[in-house]
């Protein structure tokens, strides 16, 4: 099986997730590239001075100073960059000029060969032609519990709504957002955790969850859970306010 990996240059949390799952990976399944893209934490691609102006608006100066120290640290190191993690692996990585559905980044992706695709924060929403692209379909990993807490950064929303778990979700890709079909669901209990806890535990969780899935596709064992539109609920980035509500739930960001 050949995989194509779709992911963002994410230098908190991804690099040592996606070498866990490259290493992980049965003998024969091989990644035989990796879309990377510029992060785009609120949602929509933005200039750095914008995004850096809109996480110290919303988050206030503490959280802006941690992330932007752990920021520049890992400019610093190259164990935090994808690219990296790739190069090691010998792993080509694809960084695209246009939209991910435009005619020109699908005919760079099909190069690769593709049998399966898997979005880890893809920051796209993906149209029929990318998802029809590899014969076994695309795969998204979301650290919710489907159809609960659609949209974007639901590690934030479950702590606020303070919620005593949450779930990671691997589903298959369809147009709508976090929409598709589920193939493999782990619960996550919530002891207290901080939203970065949660974060790492559930990205470390997500590799396992994409290892599962992969398996059950080779094994043709594909039997999926409904993601009922009818239980959906969708969240979008936070605003100053929600935060503080956040905050008075006596929540923590660290």
């Known amino acids: 099986m050949r995989i194509v990996v779709i992911t963002q240059d994410d230098r908190f949390y991804l690099a040592k997730n996606i070498d866990y799952l490259i290493r992980n990976l049965p003998c024969?399944?091989?990644?035989?590239g990796c879309v990377v893209s510029s992060v785009s934490p609120f949602g929509k691609k933005e200039s750095f001075i914008k995004k850096a102006f809109k996480t110290f608006n919303i988050f206030g100066f503490n959280f802006f100073l941690r992330y932007s120290i752990r920021y520049l640290f890992a400019l610093g190191s190259k164990k935090n960059k994808v690219g990296a993690t790739l190069k090691k692996h010998f792993i080509p990585e694809l960084q695209l000029a246009s939209?991910?559905?435009?005619?020109?980044?699908?005919?760079?992706?099909?190069?690769y060969?593709?049998?399966?695709?898997?979005s880890i924060g893809g920051n796209e929403i993906f149209k029929r032609e990318l998802i029809d692209l590899a014969p076994l379909g695309c795969l998204n990993l979301h650290t919710a519990p489907?159809?609960?807490?659609?949209?974007?950064?639901?590690?934030?929303?479950v702590l606020k709504n303070r919620e005593k778990s949450t779930a990671v979700s691997v589903f298959y890709v369809d147009e709508g957002i976090d929409s598709g079909p589920i193939l493999v669901q782990e619960k996550v209990e919530i002891n207290g955790q901080s939203q970065e806890e949660l974060i790492r535990e559930t990205k470390k969780i997500g590799m396992d969850c994409i290892l599962k899935a992969v398996s059950k596709i080779i094994a043709n064992d594909v039997e999926t859970i409904p993601n009922d539109d009818k239980q959906m609920t969708y969240f979008n980035f936070p605003t100053k306010n929600d935060v503080r509500e956040f905050s008075k739930v006596g929540a923590k960001f660290f």
């Open 28 to 32: 024969n399944v091989v990644i035989s």
């Open 99 to 111: 939209s991910i559905n435009s005619s020109a980044s699908l005919e760079r992706i099909k190069q």
């Open 146 to 157: 489907l159809p609960k807490y659609r949209g974007l950064m639901p590690s934030f929303w």
């Open 113 to 118: 060969s593709p049998d399966l695709l898997i």
